[in-house]
């Protein structure tokens, strides 16, 4: 059911007298398939609890609201006749940033992320527009407005459109204070020139609220949690793609809660007439369609609409009605605006600030560099280490990274009334080859590794590829189980290289200072991938036991057997050495010999052995100094013969 406008003042002034303040803890009843962040952080929206402190500090403006919406009625009417012919309408902006942390006091970059959202949101340029279920695609609006940032303050003076105040204001919550340079804020810009928008740590259950119009000018703007602002930087998922602020600054254009915020009611209104009737806001990722009791049929509730209360990647449209209730809002009580030249560059002391159209590229690509600077600097001198050009004089030069790194770039900006500089540390970040899933092979798990301080002969390490591109490096770490450190031994060349070897003296070494227990260590190794500044681990890793004692394969005789064997083991019970006797005549094809230990439950202990044999008569102590009293079975495998006794270790 679609909701009719009634723009009454007796209707109006029951929807603002109603309990406006937002419903924190309240569950909404609706069906159909539905995502909730139930445990994590909801949106709270603070404006029609601002609105009510409003009311209590300015009795007459409850009225002045009263009397605007007759003012919306008629220009709505008139609007329907000459929909389409009103132009872009664009508003400066200011962005306070008050902090106390040095997380809070964000980045340039992740203020004008959010403007650029703002811009996408209000002009229908959202990528996920796609989103918008069928039956209101048609009823998305592009709202004629575009947000940039100031360029010349109060004053008349060069701005970045940025100011930044430290506070010893730990949070805000929804105090005044936020916007008084005097109680540890600041000071709003002069509203019929600016759009003020802050951004400081208004704590964890607030994510923002708004002013409508006609209000305090001192108030006059939009507050944003600083981790909720933008799309780079501090954020907080699932709100971190900057719909807060498209939000917020939608009720700063005279837009109400989708649901009308009636108590669930269903008599209640957003004064909007293309938005379904809904009883109360939505959470989360619904599916599409969901109902609830004021709209129980399909398409059901518009909870995708930025007025409701969704996670940011659920949000993507505003209406062609809320256009004209925003436009109303532009061509009334917002109208000083449209003349602001608060936008505009002035020409002044320059201040220096640049950007990247990407900060994170593959080797070898271009990046393009946009100068930001207010003042209308003349002369440009950039500095790239590591980039070719290295450096350049050009306004808006094109920048190419052939070796993967972390590189800084240094912008001096001048002109006739002085120069001003700004160095973004690391601030391009170069990747290497891309990398795919890749896993360790050799030696497999409960393989036992005997090492010995006078063996110079090598243990070799297996792997599969992560890339083609011989850019790629590999390493492997070793790690106790249970240790916190790694020894890390690179790949035996550059490249593709996907083996490494280490002397068993080495390993030996490594065993005394891990800490061995009786004769051995046991530890864990994986393979990590590298292009050169990007890392990818290995799919796996695998278990290995490096033993110090003599103990190990030997040959018992060199006369070749004329069968296969498995013997049984010496002593049994044992504690905590037994030996294995086998036999193994000569072997066609693939000579590799396994004798693993498995436990009752069939699962393997130990790779006691797992190399190419000869043919010949060996013999091999297993060591259990490591494992608890139980019945165990030992197999030996070798080309297509397989046998499997049991053994009893007592401790």
Not at 343 to 363: E, N, R, T, W
Not at 622 to 636: E, K, P
Request: aromatic share 10%; with cysteine; net charge neutral.
């Amino acid at each position: 059911m679609i909701k009719k406008i009634i723009f009454s003042v007796s209707l109006l002034s029951i929807i603002l007298l109603t309990a406006f303040v937002f419903r924190s803890n309240e569950t909404s009843v609706y069906s159909g398939n539905v995502q909730q962040n139930i445990n994590d952080i909801r949106r709270t929206c603070g404006t029609m609890a601002d609105l009510e402190m409003q009311y209590k500090l300015d009795p007459t403006y409850k009225q002045r609201m009263a009397d605007m919406e007759k003012y919306v009625e008629k220009f709505t009417k008139e609007y329907s006749r000459k929909e389409g012919d009103l132009t872009v309408i664009t508003i400066p902006v200011v962005v306070h940033v008050v902090w106390n942390t040095p997380a809070q006091n964000i980045s340039d970059e992740q203020v004008l992320s959010q403007i650029d959202v703002l811009n996408k949101d209000f002009r229908r340029l959202n990528s996920d527009t796609t989103n918008t279920p069928a039956p209101w695609k048609s009823l998305g609006a592009d709202c004629q407005i575009e947000f940039k940032m100031a360029r010349r303050d109060p004053n008349g003076n060069p701005t970045l459109g940025i100011t930044r105040t430290q506070t010893s204001i730990t949070e805000f919550g929804q105090s005044s204070s936020l916007k008084f340079t005097s109680q540890g804020g600041h000071d709003a810009w002069d509203r019929d020139r600016y759009l003020n928008l802050w951004a400081a740590n208004l704590g964890s259950q607030l994510l923002g609220y708004a002013t409508f119009p006609g209000g305090n000018p001192s108030l006059d703007g939009v507050a944003i949690g600083y981790n909720y602002f933008g799309t780079v930087g501090t954020l907080s998922p699932p709100y971190n793609k900057g719909r807060t602020a498209t939000h917020e600054v939608g009720h700063w254009l005279w837009l109400y809660h989708i649901w009308g915020d009636d108590n669930g009611s269903c008599g209640g209104s957003d004064l909007v007439g293309d938005t379904p009737n809904q009883a109360a806001e939505f959470y989360g990722c619904p599916g599409y369609p969901t109902v609830d009791a004021c709209s129980p049929s399909a398409p059901g509730v518009m909870f995708m609409n930025y007025m409701d209360y969704t996670d940011d990647a659920c949000m993507n449209l505003f209406t062609n009605g809320q256009l004209i209730r925003i436009n109303s809002a532009m061509n009334g009580p917002r109208l000083p605006l449209q003349t602001s030249n608060g936008h505009i560059d002035i020409s002044g002391m320059p201040i220096c600030l640049f950007k990247a159209d990407s900060v994170s590229i593959q080797y070898n690509n271009p990046v393009n560099f946009s100068d930001l600077s207010a003042g209308i600097p003349t002369g440009w001198q950039w500095t790239f280490a590591g980039g070719s050009p290295s450096s350049s004089t050009s306004q808006n030069p094109t920048v190419t990274y052939s070796t993967p790194g972390l590189y800084t770039v240094k912008l001096r900006v001048s002109n006739s009334f002085g120069a001003d500089s700004l160095t973004k540390t690391s601030y391009i970040r170069v990747r290497g080859a891309a990398l795919s899933g890749f896993s360790v092979v050799n030696p497999p798990s409960f393989t036992r590794l005997g090492v010995n301080s006078g063996d110079t002969s090598k243990a070799i390490f297996n792997w599969t590829k992560s890339s083609t591109n011989n850019t790629v490096n590999y390493k492997i770490k070793l790690r106790k189980i249970g240790g916190s450190t790694d020894y890390i031994f690179q790949s035996n060349s550059s490249g593709l290289d996907t083996s490494v070897g280490i002397r068993r003296s080495l390993l030996d070494s490594i065993a005394v200072q891990m800490g061995v227990t009786g004769d051995s260590v046991r530890c864990t190794w994986r393979g990590w991938a590298y292009n050169g500044i990007d890392s990818l681990q290995s799919s796996n890793s695998f278990i290995v036991t490096l033993v110090r004692s003599p103990i190990g394969i030997q040959v018992i005789s060199s006369e070749i057997p004329q069968r296969f064997a498995l013997y049984n083991n010496y002593p049994n019970p044992f504690n905590p050495v037994t030996r294995i006797n086998f036999d193994i005549p000569n072997l066609s094809g693939d000579k590799k010999v396994q004798v693993a230990v498995y436990d009752i439950q069939g699962s393997l202990v130990e790779m006691v052995v797992n190399q190419e044999l000869t043919a010949g008569k060996y013999s091999v102590d297993w060591n259990a100094a490591n494992y608890s009293s139980g019945v165990y079975f030992y197999r030996v495998t070798a080309g297509n013969f397989t046998d499997t006794k049991k053994m009893i270790l007592v401790k």
